[in-house]
């Protein structure tokens, strides 16, 4: 958004240290994500649940789930080799926060590494519930993937929401799932988290709404936007994802209501090092 918000130092080290929030930072500073998280709570019509988390993620990777413990040893090991690491995120594979190992990993994190940036990123649906912990843990940087924010659109593209032992489905299920990332993110703000939406992309069911999703992010006081290519798979496998000019144009759309991310490389759920410059398979001693 076009106001200015004052950032005080803290946030302004988990923005300008952080190779997603700051394009100037990808170059010297990289991220490592620990796949700890394998349950996800929602289905995304445009994911094959084997798979990493495609909110952020790219298609066709499976990656090896850590348990905590073991995420550990391999931040250690990632921090001394690579002293460039700034930020360590919790990604997947499914949602982050519907898995406990995610806040077991955290809180270790904290105990042994309490210096690095803390981020995670979610489908928002048990953000609010979360956030408390999150914050306990020092996580300064949340994503939240909302790509509607008007049931009537998020109903075509979720098939259900899993909430309190119950699966909804259709609108409810939609209604569910935005008003727990509105509020999410709303308390988000309020605590001086970071904040980046993502909004996949997905011609003929969101494309027209998504100045819309721009709009309302930037409203509430969100630091960036990642618009995000559909990939056609699932129940969406025949849609025609956007071509990069018809991604820069939206991307040009939003601009004037919320920061663009332009850099996003659609990491994997254990990536680690510079954006676009995985190591990971040097610490996981395994071949891709
Ligand atoms: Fe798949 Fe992620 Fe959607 Fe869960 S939130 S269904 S893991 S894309
Ligand atoms: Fe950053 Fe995009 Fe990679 Fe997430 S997927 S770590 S936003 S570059």
Redesign the pocket.
Known sequence: GGEKIPYDPEQLRKINEHPCYSEKACHSAGRMHLAVAPK?????N????DF????ESRPGVCSEVLSPEEAIELVKKALSKFPYIKVIGIA????PLANEETFETLRLLKEEFPTPIKCLS??GLLLPESIDRLLEYDVGNVTV?MNAVDPAIGEKI?SFVEWEGKKLHGREAAEKLLSQQLKGIEMAVSKKMLVKVNTVFIPGVNDHHIIDIAKKAGEMGVFTFNLIPVIPQYKFKDIVPPTPKEKREMQDSCSPFVRQMRHCQRCRSDAIGKLGHDVQDCLYNKKD
């Open positions: 996800c709570n929602i289905q995304c445009y994911c094959v649940r990493d988390c495609v909110n997947g594979p499914g949602d979610t489908n993937t979720y």
